[in-house]
């Protein structure tokens, strides 16, 4: 496919032995055969630097036609992002936000299971102190 030949490529790499896929550029690449590309990743310029992603699986859009739209998300997106918990008050003063802590990684579905689309993608949560201040709505 074309996106694996065109420099400033957005792809997504995962590690082997991690749980979750990174955001990578690609840098350069071209096609060896019906199935088969070689690709070069920026900031991936030595083939010391290169070993230490052997045995990593490399994503690419599949759908071309497919436009992320400025709401839309992707997995990798959500790492670093708070994790909120909603409290309705008894009292009807309004919902309370309490702060559970901070996407640390996701662990993809297949990771987990062996069997396709029965397992769901799953989200590591790094917790943080628990405080019994809620944070007010909107700041």
Excluded: W
Excluded at 6 to 19: A, E, I, N, Q, S
Excluded at 24 to 30: F, I, M, P, S
Excluded at 53 to 73: C, I, N, P
């Amino acid at each position: 496919p074309e996106r694996l030949t065109t420099p400033g490529m957005v792809l997504h790499f995962k590690p082997f032995r991690k749980r979750a896929p990174r955001k990578v550029l690609l840098a350069n690449g071209k096609s060896t055969g019906p199935d088969s590309f070689l690709v070069q990743l920026e900031d991936v310029y030595d083939r010391r630097q290169a070993e230490k992603l052997k045995g990593g699986t490399l994503y690419y859009a599949t759908q071309q036609d497919h436009v992320k739209k400025e709401e839309d998300l992707l997995l990798s997106d959500l790492v670093g992002l708070q994790v909120l918990l909603f409290n309705e008050d008894e009292d009807d003063a309004g919902k309370e936000e309490h702060i559970v802590g901070t996407v640390g990684a996701i662990v993809l579905a297949e990771e987990m299971c062996a069997i396709p689309g029965l397992g769901q993608d799953m989200l590591e949560v790094i917790m943080e102190n628990r405080r019994d201040d809620p944070v007010k709505p909107g700041g």
